[in-house]
């Protein structure tokens, strides 16, 4: 998958981070904060795919944190809680919470680039995470789990390898299948996936962050798959 994105380097003191962003912005796509109650990331079949290729980047960029800013999408009519904005980094980058705001004044003059994320590999190291967590999901090591943090209105997914692999297998599920969910074809959100087996338990209970597919309006556009594709009608000029 060929992913387009812009380039920063902003500085935070001594430390310059690698900083990139999705081009053009997820517009349809919205995530709330799984911290306060529940998180739902929701959004269409675009923002979800382009989703799962960031995860995939991310996976094998351990040196590059991932900005996907969605404060600004266009309100969906089922995302409760508050909006915030998305940032995956590897767990040894360092990257603290508390510094983001000094990061974020410094994206700016970004550089136009091209990425690309290998869906076989991606596929591997996310069905062997998958494969142990079945075996042994309440006693993972915290290094198979992504931790979350909410700061500046700002989710903060800090993982690894794997775990970011797997984390793009469910949002590529929610991408292909989502389309298929009942009344999708009328505009409602239709449940698809979750990062919930992904974050860390607290004393059973862990936070919840789960996907749901939602079309964009005008709903004339979309086709749910295996159905033929809506034919315009004619306009009166037309022969």
Do not use: C, N
């Amino acid at each position: 998958m060929r992913l387009r994105v812009e380039e920063f380097r902003p500085r935070a003191g001594r430390y310059a981070f690698r900083v990139l962003q999705p081009r053009p912005a997820l517009r349809h796509t919205t995530l709330s904060d799984p911290m306060r109650d529940w998180g739902y990331l929701v959004g269409d079949h675009d923002g979800l795919a382009r989703l799962a290729g960031l995860f995939s980047f991310a996976a094998y960029s351990p040196h590059t944190v991932v900005h996907v800013p969605l404060r600004q999408s266009v309100p969906r009519d089922y995302a409760p809680g508050v909006p915030v904005d998305l940032v995956l980094a590897h767990q040894p980058l360092g990257l603290r919470p508390s510094v983001w705001p000094a990061l974020r004044r410094g994206l700016t003059h970004g550089v136009p680039r091209t990425v690309r994320t290998d869906e076989r590999r991606t596929a591997r190291h996310g069905s062997a995470w998958e494969e142990r967590w079945e075996r042994r999901w309440d006693r993972l090591p915290r290094a198979d789990r992504i931790r979350p943090a909410v700061h500046a209105r700002t989710l903060f997914l800090s993982g690894a390898r794997d775990t970011f692999a797997a984390a793009s297998l469910q949002l590529a599920w929610a991408a292909g299948f989502g389309p298929r969910g009942k009344r999708a074809d009328k505009g409602y959100d239709v449940l698809s996936a979750s990062l919930t087996t992904l974050l860390p338990l607290s004393r059973g209970r862990g936070t919840e962050l789960d996907i749901g597919f939602q079309a964009y309006p005008p709903l004339a556009h979309f086709t749910p798959p295996g159905r033929p594709a809506r034919r315009r009608r004619p306009t009166a000029a037309s022969p």
